[in-house]
């Protein structure tokens, strides 16, 4: 059903609520400056209204708002303060939260309203009348001091499934008293895309051009995309949701999907001219900025969104770029990435190659495929790892790293008598014809290492300091065999201009971490102009 196929060549605003429903996931907290950042990054992807927060509700959220008017220069979106209609029995006057709102100074406000009747009678334990009144009455008085005013009606679903009767009467108090947007909110994320798409069209037949409908959807039945796909089909022109899908319980409904669904399978407008493929990078940043890591299979933005590993799929790319991609990734910012396994076939390492600019022959693939089928029974896992395979791709062409030879390296480890650990490691290198000796301190055997070797090669590879190691992580893959089972290093670097994952798999801990790290400070040297 499409009740309003005339909005198919309209706008549809974007309305970001990461800086305030986002934040209510668990394990996710953001200071002040971690705000302001993410704030800079939305509007550099272009949506069109940022809701900060809920001024006076802490004292976080206080002096965001009162930064923000001095620090935050927005070019294309408007923030926006959130909180809630007066008090029941209460005057607007000397409300708190009103008067808050308008404190916070910004040109919109978004208020949340109560639009299922048992909420108004349980939860507030007051009438129907006075519940559409403390609509009415809120949406007035902000109206009158100059803001654009924006209505969340909070379990609006739910309440219009109950009575109908009363879930209309809350949307048009606050359309008669000069609301710009009223917003429909599937608060419990129970709904399924029928129902939504069934409501709207109701409340849009009921409303019509008089007001903006806005969707805010939760993503508890994982509909929150599709719902909100289903509201704009109906007639919303507003779609509010967060970066990453971030939320209570499930999550909101996901910006990275509803933004390009909606521009690039719909044809509606979502963001400006030019900003769609700013999505991933904004998306990787908000995650970086939460530490929150992105999910690689997240649609569109994640890292395997493009990636292809099958041997079939590969050959038909070779030859048709688009045969197993359902949108070009420059779109959205993203890429086509081929990821090899021990079931690459010819193909898969053919094309890699052409990626990288190496010239292999036939012995040289075959090379290939035979020591990822060997390594990966070892335990290697090359599709964790780009930068690892493709030194191994250069060293079945080939190619020698040029920089460094290791002669040996040792690794002491000291309880003192205070209980405290010392780790010491000794390496002995070799730049070609100079020897170098040094040894170090570091508080584990990897960082250990890692400052000997950088103290040996640091006068002969000044570069070494541009690279930094990010992270790392041991994972034991035979548990089964106790303290002699097999170990798995990954572990992250960068350059500051691009960054990358190498692995060492060993039954010693400290060896597996040597093959990574050594493999990390080669990868490096080769792309940091060495």
Known sequence: MNTSQHHLADTVEVFDT????????????ATVDDKLRIAEQLDHLGVHFIEGGWPG????????????????????????????????????????????????????????????DYHVLEA????????????ADSVEFLTGHGRRVMVDMEHFFDGYKHNPEFSLRALEAAVVKGASHVVLCDTNGGSLPHEVEQIVADVYRHVGADVTIGIHCHD????????????????????????????????????????????LK????????????????????????????????????????????????????????????????????NGTRFVVSE??????????????????????VNQVIDDL???????????AADASLELLMRRAAGWEQPWFRLESMRVITDELPNG???????VKVWVGDERHVRTAEGNGPVNAIDTALRAALGEALPVLARIHLTDFKVRILDGATATGAITRVLLDATNGERTWTTIGVSSNIIEASWRALEESLVYGLLHSGA
């Not at 909180?83 to 910004?106: E, F, I, Q, W, Y």
């Not at 076939?345 to 890699?352: D, F, M």
């Not at 089928?373 to 599709?383: S, V």
């Not at 405290?420 to 000794?426: P, R, S």
């Open 220 to 263: 508890d039945t994982g509909c929150a995309v599709a719902n909100s796909m289903a509201a704009v089909r109906a007639g919303a022109r507003h779609v509010q949701g967060t970066l990453n899908g971030l939320g209570e319980r499930t999550g909101n409904c996901n910006l990275t999907t509803v933004i390009p669904n909606l521009q």
């Open 343 to 364: 079931m690459a076939g010819r193909a898969t390492i053919e094309v890699k190659a052409s990626e990288l600019g190496l010239t292999m022959d036939g012995p040289a």
């Open 18 to 29: 990461t800086l305030r429903d986002g934040l209510q996931v668990e394990g996710v907290s």
């Open 373 to 383: 089928k060997r390594l990966e029974h070892e335990g290697y896992h090359f599709e």
């Open 124 to 135: 507030l334990q007051t009438t129907l009348d006075e519940g559409e009144a403390m609509i």
């Open 266 to 333: 719909l044809g509606l407008q979502c963001l400006p001219d030019g900003r769609l493929d700013r999505l991933t990078a904004v998306s990787n940043h908000v995650a970086e900025v939460l530490n929150r890591p992105l999910n690689p299979q997240a649609p569109y933005v994640g890292a395997s969104a493009f990636a292809h590993k099958a041997g079939l799929h590969v050959s038909a790319i070779k030859r048709a770029k688009d045969a197993y991609e359902h949108v070009d990734p420059a779109l959205v910012g």
């Open 420 to 426: 405290d650990f010392t780790t010491e490691a000794t």
């Open 57 to 116: 509700a802490n004292p976080k959220d206080i002096e965001f708002f009162a930064r923000a008017a001095t620090e935050l220069r927005l070019g294309t979106s408007t923030l926006v303060a959130f909180g809630s209609t007066r008090r029941p029995k209460g005057k607007v006057d000397d409300d708190v939260t009103l008067r808050n709102l308008l404190d916070a100074d910004t040109s919109a406000v978004c208020i949340v309203a109560k639009s299922w």
